[in-house]
């Protein structure tokens, strides 16, 4: 979290971009930790979601995993297309 915290900065990383974007300075964050993960969030949940399945056994954790696991890669394209537009 810190790391989000120092490459996207305060007014990003607690979504007040969002809400308020004439406020903060548009611009895609390719540095720091998204120069190589460019989606933490998502494998974050990826990686709680398999732990949980493992620790614990319970098949619908299983399909809440492979539902993510088809589900993000279309919210990334989507997220991406809309990110190249503001660029």
């Known amino acids: 979290m810190a790391l989000s915290i120092l490459a996207l900065g305060i007014k990003r990383f607690f979504v007040w971009a969002v809400l308020v974007p ?8 390719s540095s720091g930790l998204f120069k190589t993960i460019p989606h933490p969030a998502y494998i974050g949940e990826i990686l709680i979601i398999f732990g949980v399945f ?6 619908y954790l299983a399909a809440a995993f492979i539902f993510i696991i088809a589900l993000f890669p279309i919210s990334i394209y989507f997220e991406e297309n809309e990110l190249n537009q503001r660029v």
């Open 54 to 59: 493992l620790a614990s056994g319970k098949a």
């Open 22 to 29: 004439l406020s903060v300075k548009q611009k895609r964050i």
